[in-house]
């Protein structure tokens, strides 16, 4: 059988590809072929009707590759199935490994598209920024804007913004999560039962997401609309600005951009 689409990968976010190819009919089950060296990882996938091996290089022979293994596994992924044939797309979601530095171990023949996907594509909800890079030509970015794009949203950046795409959204869920956590904290402190503090904080979270996303309202106008001077939410603003909680923000995202960076050069 051929197989349209190779995976090398069954983690978490292999198995959202899968999941999301099937549910959206870019890739029906039987077109795809998984591969990854822990076999555990691999029955879930099996019934779905997936095909699946433990050779990355079978699943390389597909005309388009997903590289969704660990950036640290791709020296030996590489060795495995390069160098490539025929001309071939891949799709790189590995952070911190340029386009060029993947073309140069896999071939001349590899078209490199890179995305950045998030934690949230395991629900159907992510954000994945998708980049042409070493390589592909315009249009090779069709197929990753309809995979990802089953997965949540897309948006097209140019390669060279992808450190600073990983530290926004690629990272962001973690900032999510830590505010989170440290509402209900605050909540708790406060006197607030925590399962109670933890319904309060998920479901406002989850709310005011769902309100940025749908009211196609600006976050500062939103925050604004729902400040009244000299109100509770304008005194614990009033604190978050003291303590210069935008200017801390700010400092942690380019922390983190910087970050991947220096990853991409060792």
Request: proline share 4%; aromatic share 4%.
């Amino acid at each position: 059988m051929t197989h349209r689409l190779g995976i090398i990968g069954a983690g978490n976010m292999g198995g959202a590809i899968v999941h999301g190819c099937i549910r959206s009919n870019v890739f029906p089950a039987r077109e795809m072929m998984v591969a990854d060296v822990d076999a555990s990882k691999l029955d879930g996938l099996r019934e779905l009707g997936v095909e699946v091996t433990q050779n990355a290089s079978l699943a390389a022979r597909a005309p388009n590759v997903i590289l969704a293994d660990k950036p640290q596994a791709f020296g030996d992924v590489g060795k495995m199935i390069a160098p490539l044939r025929e001309s071939k797309l891949v799709i790189s979601i590995m952070a911190g490994l340029g386009s060029r530095a993947i073309r140069a171990a896999l071939g001349q023949s590899a078209r490199v598209i890179r995305v950045m996907p998030n934690m949230p594509c395991q629900i159907g909800a992510g954000m994945s920024a998708i980049a042409l890079g070493d390589g592909a030509h315009p249009g090779d970015e069709a197929l990753a804007v309809s995979i990802f794009g089953a997965l949540g949203r897309t948006v097209m950046v140019d390669e060279s913004l992808m450190y600073a795409v990983t530290a926004v959204s690629g990272s962001g869920p973690a900032y999510v999560f830590l505010l989170a956590e440290a509402m209900e904290q605050a909540a708790v402190t406060l006197g607030i039962d925590p399962a109670v503090a933890k319904t309060l904080v998920d479901q406002t979270v989850f709310g005011a997401g769902k309100l940025l996303i749908e009211s196609g309202t600006k976050a500062v106008e939103l925050r604004r609309s729902v400040t009244s001077p000299g109100g509770t939410t304008a005194a614990a603003l009033e604190v978050f600005e003291q303590r210069r909680f935008v200017d801390a923000v700010i400092a942690a995202l380019t922390a983190a951009r910087d970050r991947g960076r220096q990853l991409d050069r060792q």
